[in-house]
């Protein structure tokens, strides 16, 4: 999918007939969104559920049997995906716990980079992919996947670091620290997200789940940089 394919179906048209784009939701609820007329196109897969299921601590000592479980779970994330998508989720934002520190290239690209393809690929809608910290030695292999959106944290490098690490046809979100957004100020959230944007990230945006204690100015900041469709 092209990110020009991806950023048209994320804004999609309301009742008001103004483009809205909101922060993803466990559950999708199609009559809700209508009955409030704000439409959420993003809908969350449990994986850290999955995970927790799945015993994922004692994984490294068993390998063989890893490639099976992470088989059985793509099915359960399908079908989960699946029901998100009917209950009317215009994309899918897919959470993985594959950090450098808990993978390695190589494992990501022996038990998880197929699993991303297959997913984004089997899915009706555009998929985000999100993993957590520094991320530059696997931007590439996402890449080559039918992921249509990498959610990347600020970890990984800087805006156009980026970019050059994922090329031209990943889009891209996220851009602004969450520790940042905690401490700085308007100002400085609004100067955060216009590198962002020049860094040619296609939604500005926190890098990850935003924090509770996040001053609702700084939130309005990244909407007022004027840097997101």
Request: hydrophobic share 45%; with cysteine; charged share 20%.
């Amino acid at each position: 999918m092209s990110r020009k394919l991806f950023m048209d179906a994320v804004v999609r048209a309301n009742a008001s007939g103004e483009a809205v784009f909101g922060t993803g939701t466990s559950i999708a609820c199609r009559e809700l969104m209508d009955e409030v007329g704000a439409h959420f196109p993003e809908a969350h897969l449990e994986a850290a559920k999955m995970a927790e299921l799945a015993a994922a601590g004692h994984t490294v000592l068993g390998l063989g049997k890893t490639r099976g479980i992470i088989e059985r779970l793509t099915e359960v994330t399908l079908a989960f995906g699946r029901a998100q998508i009917d209950a009317g989720a215009d994309c899918l934002l897919l959470g993985d716990h594959a950090t450098r520190d808990l993978c390695s290239p190589a494992a990501y690209a022996e038990f998880l980079q197929d699993v991303h393809d297959r997913v984004a690929r089997e899915l009706d809608v555009p998929v985000i992919l999100h993993i957590c910290g520094d991320t530059s030695d696997r931007i590439g292999m996402i890449a080559r996947t039918a992921v249509a959106c990498f959610h990347w944290d600020t970890k990984t490098g800087r805006p156009e670091t980026v970019r050059e690490l994922a090329g031209s046809e990943l889009a891209l979100m996220g851009g602004i620290s969450n520790y940042w957004l905690l401490d700085a100020t308007p100002a400085e959230i609004a100067a955060d997200a216009a590198a962002a944007a020049k860094g040619d990230t296609d939604i500005v945006g926190p890098e990850c789940a935003v924090p509770l204690g996040t001053p609702l100015a700084n939130l309005k900041a990244i909407a007022g940089a004027g840097c997101n469709p």
